[in-house]
């Protein structure tokens, strides 16, 4: 497999700089507020939203000059702080950070996190990483105005959105657009994000309220509504179990309810998305984790367990969950839960049933990202949601599908990807397995690192006077540069390895617009300063003898 430094091959120039900061330094958490208020679907008045950000400066010069913003996704216990959601773009065995190998040729990181916070407007807490995409969209517009703001030099920025944080970076940047303000990004990466929604096997989802409703398991209530319930989640998913209810009932399906049905909140959301489409003034690329051959999760109508559970004070259930069945098929069983006393059953079992349209079978199984039904419970478990997750006969299931992260508006899910579709990307890359949720491996990072190299770094040099030419690169026996106009005075050159190793001082005055330093030693790469007092030039060189 390419290096990271194999694929940056090409001449890299960097701002003009001031120095403001020390190499690798990190800044401090910081608080940050939406652009704008934003009234959601069930709110009376409209509300700011608030964010949080840190920036990991790079390891080069430490000036805030080259900012790539990486957004947090669905978070609705705040688990992904700063230091977690860092560990999203983590790849290989032994891990690797992406993150900081960026850092190692001088972009900048700003990560931001959606936390809980109180609202100081009405005293409500709110589940940030959980709360209405639009307006964490607004405090992402916010953040792209202060970077603007505090950075140095005009270079434009990466946006990285993994998995929700794709759908609230997608609406930041077409928000901007449309409202004439200037985002000042180049590149935009959508990371597995459910463009055309999310899945969650609708199996699971009436289980988990069932047995929320019948035991008042605070622990159980507290999961259903964090996880199926908040303004995101009711957003993005494509399947909701309150929508299949009987009127007034709290777990009784509607029988006359079984094709997929998204919550109200979708339909509002989807439309607002539609009307806005993808950004126009970035390059966009997407990274999708689902299978791009139409290769299976699993078979539609699988077995999902079938246990007993032990609910404690003598009381259980027998449980049986199905995923979702093949096209064209109805009144399938997907759900049967038996309440038991001393393992005696006692009153009505509960039953649910799906249907599958006739153009695809249901998505439980589709091509796509995987997650871990485990991921639904959280780190901490019950004893009853541990005993559902022991009985597991399938670990994973379909949650984003392969069509959604590439927002290919095909009717079968199972359709295979072969670059003849229509697709609102410039690039995208995908694999032929289904892969877990944000899995980054060495093909995609080889991917962004040319993509970083060809839209980003290799931008037009604003040091010194605009007018620096690397005269050949990769170098052999001798660097040589020319300057467009005269310079009057001795400049420092410095050459340094790419770890920051300095290896090299010159001070020389240009003669007749020209210069010649002699090349390092050893093949490599090199970054080579051009100092004038606070005013920085630096260039990438390769050095091929």
Known sequence: MKSLYLLLSFSIVFSTI???????????????????TFQGYD?????????????????IDGVLDKPLILVDGFDPEDTNNINAIRDFLVYNNPPQNYIEELRDIGVDIVILNFPTYVRSSDGETINGGADYIERNGLI???????????????????????????????????????????????????????HL?????????????????????????????????????RQMLL????????????????????????????????????????????????????????TMVESPGALILNTSLDLG???????????????????????YIQPTYVGVPVGDAFYAYAESPTYTAGLDSAPGGTILFE????????????????????????????LSSSAIDEQNWYNSVDGTETI?????????????????????????????????????????????????????????????????????????????????SYQLHPQNGTLSLPSPAKNGFYLLSIIDGNVKTVKKIIVQK
Not at 18 to 36: M, N, V
Not at 375 to 402: K, R, S
Not at 437 to 460: A, G, R
């Open 424 to 504: 609102p990307f410039d690039d995208y890359i995908g694999g032929t397995d289904n892969e877990p949720h944000l899995t980054l491996n060495q093909e995609y990072v080889d991917f962004l690192n040319n993509e970083i190299e060809n839209h980003y770094l290799s931008t037009p040099n604003y040091g010194l006077t605009n007018n620096i030419t690397l005269l050949g690169n990769p170098i052999q026996e001798t660097i040589r540069l020319h300057f467009d106009a005269s310079t009057n005075k001795d400049l420092l050159f410095k050459i340094h390895t790419i770890s920051g190793k300095l290896i090299a």
């Open 239 to 294: 399947d909701h179990y309150a929508m299949h209810l009987q009127s007034g009932e709290p777990f009784l399906q509607d029988l006359s309810k079984q094709l997929p049905i998204p919550n109200d909140f979708r339909d509002t959301f989807v439309s607002t998305m539609n009307t806005q489409g993808f950004p126009t003034q970035t390059r966009n690329l997407s990274i999708v984790n689902g299978s791009m051959n139409s």
């Open 43 to 59: 709110e009376t008045v409209a509300h700011l939203g608030q964010g949080e950000y840190q920036i990991f400066y790079d390891n």
């Open 140 to 194: 992402l517009v916010n953040m792209i105005e202060t970077i603007k703001s505090e950075m140095v030099g005009s270079e434009e920025l990466i946006i990285v959105g993994p998995s929700m944080g794709g759908l609230v970076s997608r609406y930041a940047l077409t928000y901007m657009e449309q409202n004439a303000m200037d985002h000042q990004s180049g590149l935009w990466i959508s990371f597995d994000s459910p």
């Open 18 to 36: 001031s120095y403001a900061q020390t190499p690798g330094e990190i800044g401090p958490l910081t608080a940050i507020d939406s652009y704008a």
């Open 197 to 233: 929604g999310a899945n969650f096997p609708i199996s699971f989802q009436y289980a988990i309220n069932y047995l929320a409703v019948q035991s008042g398991d605070p622990d159980m209530i507290a999961m259903r509504d964090m996880q199926l319930n908040t303004s995101a989640s």
């Open 313 to 335: 004070s003598n009381i259980g259930a027998d449980i049986s969950l199905h995923f979702t069945p093949a096209e064209s098929i109805s009144n399938y069983e997907i759900d």
């Open 375 to 402: 991921n639904f419970f959280g780190a901490n478990p019950t004893p009853a949601q541990q005993e559902i997750l022991d009985a597991l006969l399938i670990d994973a299931f379909c949650f984003i599908p392969t």
